[in-house]
């Protein structure tokens, strides 16, 4: 019997990641479903943060795959990550967030967390998560958020070097001062990789593949 994973994106790109992800961590009878709203993002972006209107539209969502007969709902944009906790009272599958292992792996490897971001939208909610998370756990945190200045607007110019420059030493001025840094967007990841190994001195944390992994122990559960 096939069960259906729906996942909803805000950026069309991320359906290849995720495929991939999907097809070497998840059961073979569990099929991932693609729900791709750019609209979403761009409301989110225009308000400088969540709205009723995209708490609406997340929740439309949660509610159109349960009734398509979905199992689970992952979110994978850290922005509408709050939005989970209004759809998981609205449906009866459940509705996960993207940033959480990564948070509660990042919590457990030190009490002092760095989060990078290059837009205010995904800062402010992963800032927020960390310090949920680490209460909810028991565990005193010191966050230090920081948003990579002009990188988003880089990166929109189509100018990949410096978004990749400005991010790359946000990263490595995070990790002289934290036990560990987040990214709070899963597109940053390919900055953090191409960080030589003797200034990367504490790990350096990215959501999606925790995610999966995540999701693996779920579904085969």
């Given at each position: ?187 940053m990841a390919r900055v953090a990789d191409t960080i030589a190994p003797e200034e990367q001195v504490v790990p350096i944390l990215s ?15």
């Amino acid at each position: 019997m096939i069960r259906k994973l729906v996942f909803v994106h805000t950026v069309g790109s991320l359906v290849t990641l995720f495929d991939r992800l999907a097809q070497e961590l998840l059961p073979n009878d569990v099929k991932p479903v693609h729900v791709a709203d750019e609209l979403l993002l761009s409301v989110v972006l225009e308000a400088d943060g969540l709205t009723p209107q995209a708490y609406r539209m997340v929740n439309a969502h949660a509610t159109a795959a349960e009734e398509a007969g979905a199992s689970w709902v992952q979110l994978t944009c850290s922005s509408i990550s709050p939005c989970a906790d209004v759809a998981r009272k609205l449906v009866g599958i459940p509705v996960l967030k993207i940033d959480e292992p990564m948070i509660d792996q990042a919590i457990g490897l030190g009490r002092r967390v760095g989060i990078a971001a290059t837009v205010r939208t995904t800062l402010g909610p992963t800032q927020q998560l960390v310090e949920m998370r680490a209460s909810a756990l028991g565990r005193g945190v010191t966050v230090d958020p920081v948003l990579c200045p002009g990188a988003y607007e880089a990166l929109q110019a189509g100018d990949a070097e410096t978004h990749d420059r400005i991010v790359r030493e946000a990263l490595v001025q995070l990790g002289v001062r934290n036990d560990v840094v987040v990214l709070a967007q899963a597109s940053m990841a390919r900055v953090a990789d191409t960080i030589a190994p003797e200034e990367q001195v504490v790990p350096i944390l990215s959501s999606p593949r925790l995610a999966m992994e995540h999701l693996a122990r779920v579904t085969s559960g």
